[in-house]
């Protein structure tokens, strides 16, 4: 294998993985569209810019590869990505200021001119291959650093994790730039090729050592949530429980109620007044033991429902309820109500709280004629909330615990039934509405 058939083999695989990270860093703000959700028609459009970008890059001139990949760049965003216009235009700036950035720093550090195509700024082509390995994982790092302090960004780790993992990169970046000093102008293409493949490997190893420890961040924050969701639901489920208790307290006395008429017959009959008040005096207490509130016909929904208005109530946050007579619900799993609904609820409860008005409407109804049921929360709020991963947060301060991994649950329990979420906000309201197709 000659250099330079090692050459377009590392420009192919610089282009992808440069595409590929640019993907990675608007996923990391951005929803990826509907229409590419798809991932076939995704990896059809990411190979098309792939081949775009392969075309420029082998031109060998720094000028017209700079400007091509700002274009590619809008391009991804643009078309791929859900998103304000300016908040595009801003992501954009910033990834190809810091593709520039890794492009000049390392133009410094070796004294190059950009002027000066690439295949003939080097002194020899080991030196040329490697130098374009080096700064794309110059400019990985550097995405990584940006993302990962990014109050922003989805595709983060924990800071220690994240310290831990810097090493790599940083070392990596090292070795590959030390190496063609060390080697000097020695010639051995055949072991020189073998160093470029394990280059690319290091390379790539980088890019997915990152991708493990993120994915790895995220299962420990899942983790945690799904550990808060299963106190929470069993919290519920003793209300619940609690519940029916008072239903089976309720149709006792209904089934007694025969025994107390005959008895106040009795003492009517003999003229016992005082008797009489006696018995009336007891029902009324059995009464008020079992005295329950009812908002809807379903026991478990009815649980979640009076548990949030008591802690609302605890809040002084004024909570009004309204459940359709017929809403169905039934689809969902006790525990996926429970992790909807409590983190929808502490949301609403977290903003609402903070307001000088403290207000939280809730009301859910069939529409459609019972095809589609709808949940509805409007809570009032101060300040601008939050936005993450294309979800609108509240307006809570600290915004590093686990929020954010909470609506991301919520949005995995709506899209697994096929449901719809919509947020909205807007003189001082914040208003959310989930739909689900029956």
């Known amino acids: 294998m000659t250099y330079i058939e090692v050459y377009k083999i590392c420009i192919v695989i610089s282009c992808m993985l440069e595409i590929y990270l640019a993907f990675n860093f608007y996923k990391a703000f951005y929803k990826i569209r509907y229409y590419f959700q798809s991932k076939y028609k995704l990896y059809i459009g990411y190979f098309i810019i792939v081949l775009v970008n392969v075309a420029m890059n082998l031109r060998q001139s720094n000028i017209i590869n700079i400007f091509i990949a700002a274009f590619l ?7 791929f990505f859900h998103g304000k216009l300016w908040d595009k235009i801003i992501h954009w700036l910033m990834i190809f200021f810091l593709a520039a950035s890794a492009e000049m720093i390392f133009s410094l550090l070796q004294k190059l001119s950009v002027d000066v195509p690439v295949d003939k700024a080097f002194e020899n082509e080991f030196s040329m291959i490697s130098s374009i390995l080096t700064i794309k994982i110059i400019y990985f790092l550097m995405l990584s650093i940006v993302k990962e302090f990014s109050k922003y960004s989805t595709e983060k780790l924990e800071i220690k994790l994240f310290i831990h993992y810097i090493i790599v990169p940083i070392a990596s970046i ?19 090729i073998l160093l470029i493949f ?3 490997l290091l390379l790539i190893g980088n890019v997915s050592l990152f991708y493990v420890f993120s994915k790895y ?8 949530m799904q550990e808060i969701s299963k106190v929470k639901y069993m919290e519920v489920k003793k209300h619940y429980e609690s519940i029916e208790r008072l239903d089976q307290k309720y149709k006792e006395i209904i089934h007694d109620m025969n025994y107390y ?12 007044t005082e008797k009489i008040k006696d018995v009336l005096l007891e029902l009324q207490i059995e009464f008020a033991k079992g005295k329950k509130e009812r908002i809807c016909a379903n026991d478990f929904l009815n649980a979640l429902l009076i548990e949030f208005k008591e802690r609302s109530a605890k809040e002084q946050v004024d909570v009004e309820i309204f459940v359709e007579n017929g ?27 903070c307001c000088k008005v403290r ?18 929360i409007e809570n009032t709020y101060e300040g601008v909330p939050h936005k993450k991963n294309g979800l609108l947060l509240s307006t809570k301060k600290d915004m590093e615990k686990p929020h954010g991994i909470g609506l991301q649950n919520v949005k995995a329990i709506i899209e697994k039934h096929n449901g719809y979420m919509q ?16």
């Open 73 to 79: 760049y809008l391009l991804i965003v643009l078309v």
């Open 174 to 192: 090292g070795i590959m730039f030390a190496i063609p000093y060390v080697r000097g102008e020695k010639v051995n293409s055949g072991m020189d």
């Open 198 to 200: 394990f280059y690319i």
């Open 217 to 224: 961040s995220k299962i420990k924050g899942y983790q945690m």
């Open 261 to 272: 008429l005959k008895q106040i017959w009795i003492y009517t009959e003999s003229n016992e």
């Open 327 to 353: 809403y169905k619900i039934e689809f969902l799993k006790e525990m996926e109500l429970t992790v909807l609904l409590g983190n929808l609820f502490d949301n609403a409860l977290e903003a609402s709280k």
């Open 359 to 376: 207000k939280v409407y809730v009301t859910m109804f069939m529409q459609n004629q019972g095809l589609f049921s709808v949940i509805r």
């Open 423 to 438: 947020q909205e906000y807007s003189d001082g309201v914040f208003e959310t509405t989930v739909i689900f197709g029956r």
